[in-house]
């Protein structure tokens, strides 16, 4: 079956590595871009897995393809008309609370976790997390998907509050070089998004381009 | 009249049976899931493991010491049941003593290595052992093996195992230099080992080190007040 779930050990395990990190001036979202059916089939090796909500609002999907489509275009239509109707851009945590709610009320059909990132005039450069079951949760830096494991230690040891963007992009392409080097499930180019008031602007890092470690 | 037996019901949590006449730990099978890393460096080798035994939800032991001995300058990390690593690291401790008594010499630290592996293999099926064997001896000076989970062997300038080692495969990756010296690979274990356990609930307790050199052993613990300290954590 397509898409980006397996199930492992009865429980649900997601195929990639999604991250979003808060830095000084705004928030950076990424994920690699690999998409794979079963273990060993690589079904795409380019897929953009950030899906833009708003101007100045992204998510990032784990978990089954089909159900975080469906949720995301909801967002988006119920956001876009609540956005028109208050006159002005949504707020970040609006755009995480429409998909909480959407996986909080249909959390027996739906399988799908997401990262929510962005920046609004409110409260600046924010993250969410809603989780499977439709939890909410801001963080400073988040990590999901299958090859989010293996990084949980460097992040933890990596992580500095208000970090300047070099050290955000360098952060994030680290982390999630280390786990493509190791999930077998993630992999291709890093995708990243960088979301500051002025600007969103879409990096994309090549496999030959990625930092490499020293058994490489 | 009857007596109410049933107090929770069961959307408390299907993680565990909180209406059970016994606690899960008296079913349970006592598992050393753990964090166990061991690194080389010039003239020996920087063994640690946390100290976390556990029976289900319970914690058997706190402060288990899974660096075990095998010889005098080979020691092994245990991660997996605990009683199958027992079990084969007294067997190897008897196979490698006799082997070095019949040459007259310390044993190497691959001799060492080959027996864990013989007999995870040969009874790969029944047993479930994930085994770090790490040492010096005159030949090859510091070396670290990996016995993994079914039986193989390989050397690795650097090895983490058990539980706790999934969530620090990137930090490892990122942080290790070939050709650190003995204090720089002492901070570089202890770095690891606490990342590990703060994330892994199966791995935690103190940090226990050892290094291993042509002078000999020398034995560390840090306790949890000690442990360095991250940003996030």
């Known amino acids: 079956m397509d898409g980006i779930t397996y199930q492992c050990l009865g429980l649900l395990q997601l195929k990639t590595t999604i991250l979003a990190v808060k830095f000084n001036g705004g928030v950076i979202i990424g994920s690699d871009s690999r998409a794979s059916m079963g273990e060993s089939y690589v079904s795409s090796k380019t897929i953009n897995k950030?899906?833009?909500?708003?101007?100045?609002?992204?998510?990032?999907?784990?978990?089954?393809?089909?159900?975080?489509?469906?949720v995301t275009k909801m967002a988006k239509f119920q956001l876009s008309f609540h956005s028109i109707q208050m006159e002005s851009p949504p707020l970040v945590k609006a755009a995480a609370s429409i998909m909480r709610e959407l996986c909080y009320n249909n959390k027996e059909e739906l399988q799908a976790g997401f990262i929510t990132a962005g920046w609004d005039r409110k409260k600046g450069p924010q993250i969410y997390v809603v989780s499977?079951?439709?939890?909410?949760?801001?963080?400073?830096?988040?990590?999901?998907?299958?090859?989010?494991?293996?990084?949980?230690?460097?992040?933890?040891?990596?992580?500095?509050?208000?970090?300047?963007?070099?050290?955000?992009?360098?952060?994030?392409?680290?982390?999630?070089?280390?786990?493509?080097?190791?999930?077998?499930?993630?992999?291709?180019?890093?995708?990243?998004?960088?979301i500051t008031e002025a600007e969103v602007k879409h990096v994309v890092v090549p496999g030959n381009k990625l930092p490499k470690f020293h058994d490489e | 009249m009857a007596t109410m037996l049933q107090k929770f019901p069961s959307s408390v949590s299907t993680l565990n049976d909180y209406n059970a006449l016994y606690p899960d730990w008296t079913q349970r099978e006592v598992s050393t899931g753990t964090t166990i890393m061991a690194v080389e460096f010039d003239g020996g080798v920087v063994m640690g493991a946390d100290s976390r035994t556990t029976t289900g939800a319970y914690i058997a032991n706190r402060v288990t010491d899974k660096l075990t001995p095998i010889h005098e300058r080979i020691f092994c990390c245990r991660s997996g049941s605990a009683a199958d690593t027992q079990a084969i690291a007294d067997a190897v401790t008897y196979q490698l003593g006799f082997h070095s008594i019949e040459l007259d010499e310390a044993p190497l630290v691959q001799t060492a290595a080959s027996l864990f592996r013989d007999?995870?293999?040969?009874?790969?099926?029944?047993?479930?052992?994930?085994?770090?064997?790490?040492?010096?001896?005159?030949?090859?000076?510091?070396?670290?093996?990996?016995?993994?989970?079914?039986?193989?062997?390989t050397r690795q300038p650097v090895s983490v195992g058990g539980s706790g080692s999934s969530y620090i495969y990137g930090f490892v990756d990122?942080?290790?230099?070939?050709?650190?010296?003995?204090?720089?690979?002492?901070?570089f274990t202890a770095e690891a080992l606490t990342l590990a356990m703060e994330r892994d609930g199966?791995?935690?307790?103190?940090?226990?080190?050892?290094?291993?050199?042509?002078?000999?052993?020398?034995?560390q613990v840090i306790l949890g007040n000690q442990l360095p300290k991250f940003s996030t954590v």
């Open chain 1, 132 to 194: 499977l079951g439709g939890m909410l949760l801001s963080q400073p830096f988040t990590i999901g998907g299958s090859g989010s494991t293996y990084i949980y230690g460097y992040v933890d040891a990596k992580f500095k509050p208000d970090m300047s963007l070099e050290e955000a992009i360098q952060f994030s392409t680290n982390a999630l070089a280390l786990a493509m080097g190791r999930d077998n499930v993630s992999g291709g180019v890093v995708h990243l998004v960088v």
């Open chain 1, 50 to 70: 950030l899906i833009q909500v708003h101007d100045r609002i992204f998510c990032c999907i784990a978990g089954s393809l089909a159900d975080a489509q469906a």
């Open chain 2, 202 to 219: 199966s791995s935690g307790g103190v940090v226990r080190l050892a290094v291993i050199s042509e002078q000999g052993v020398e034995r």
């Open chain 2, 119 to 153: 007999m995870c293999y040969r009874y790969r099926e029944e047993l479930m052992a994930g085994i770090i064997v790490a040492g010096w001896d005159r030949r090859r000076g510091g070396q670290v093996y990996t016995v993994p989970v079914g039986g193989m062997m």
């Open chain 2, 174 to 187: 990122s942080n290790y230099k070939p050709a650190m010296s003995k204090e720089e690979c002492l901070k």
